[in-house]
């Protein structure tokens, strides 16, 4: 059966994924409509703001290997909202710092990482803070029923791009296999602390006094970063972003948030050369990410299969179908609407 009526869609999750697979379909003049549980879109490239900061928690920065996703990157160069970062970047192994060298560019978003995300959603129409919580309906008439019960649509198809477990819960009750599917991707947890020092960090023996960020050797701690010396930043005082190592995350999940900056600092203050120690931090907080990273060789092998769809209309994609990377998220998102854009034409 044809029909010269366009095929509404809807778009669960206005991260990366989400707002790469809006754009193809904007590209094409599909209609659809972009919910986000949160005040505005970013996902996990979303940036705290404080009064006397800006913070990364979640993406620190990313690389580029596709060459399509060059292409879109190369856009973002044009715009202005990325550039080259880190270049000052560090290895801790027990308490020796060395400086880590590749040939691998590294860009984050300026003055944040969430500029990425909101250039990506310049000229898209966000429905915000709506957390969908379950859908109903069946292929080509589905209603999204949202946290105060209140519905949208009909769709014709809908775009999931939540972590497993949460789009889980979505299909289970109208797609089977989509369902199985998302047992087979395990999300990672992680949590992120911040402090904020009034003073300036100490200068460490045979490093740079402006080292960006370090990897740290630490069970509980792993990437370490300094918010100010981010491009776009340098007016803000010190401040670190802390992540701590995905395992430790798993086992200390449900722990509160002082607990985790209190660990997480021990562990960096053990991380510097003896003799160092860090000034008073001035503030402090953490933020946990329950679905942080897919562990896509969780099953021995890569997924890798960008995105998932079904005959219902129902759709899945995310970092979980391609890999961990912001590249990865992106192409899956991209992907998934170049194939949605096949079908209608």
Known sequence: MCSDTPRRTAIIGAGIAGLACARVLDAADLPFTLFEKARGAGGRMSSRRLPDAVLDLGAQFFSVRDATFRRAVAGWRKAGCIAPWPASLWSAETASWQRHEDDLERLCGTPSMSAVTRHLAEGLTVTAETRIERLEGSAGHWQLVDERGEHHGPFDRVVITAPSPQAHALVSPHDAPLA???ETVI?????????LFDAPLPALPGVDDDWQAVRV?????????RNQLKPGRADQGESLSLLANLSWSEARLED??????????????????????????????????????????????????????????????????????????????????????????
């Not at 999300?187 to 402090?195: G, I, L, S, Y």
């Not at 050797?217 to 970063?225: K, Y």
């Open 187 to 195: 999300q990672r947890p992680c949590w992120a602390a911040w402090a």
């Open 256 to 345: 509160s948030e002082e607990t985790v900056v209190e660990v997480l600092l021990d562990a960096f203050q053990q991380a510097l050369p003896a003799g160092t120690r860090l000034p008073e931090p001035s503030a402090l907080g953490a933020h946990r990410w329950r679905y942080a990273q897919p562990d896509v060789f969780a099953s021995g092998e890569a997924i890798n299969l960008d995105y998932r769809r079904s005959a219902s209309g129902l759709a899945l994609c995310g970092d979980g179908w391609r890999g961990p990377r912001v590249e990865d998220a992106w192409l899956s998102g991209h992907h998934l609407g170049e194939a949605l854009v096949a079908d209608a034409t």
């Open 217 to 225: 050797n630490d069970p509980r701690l792993r990437f370490v970063v």
């Open 180 to 182: 199985e599917a998302c």
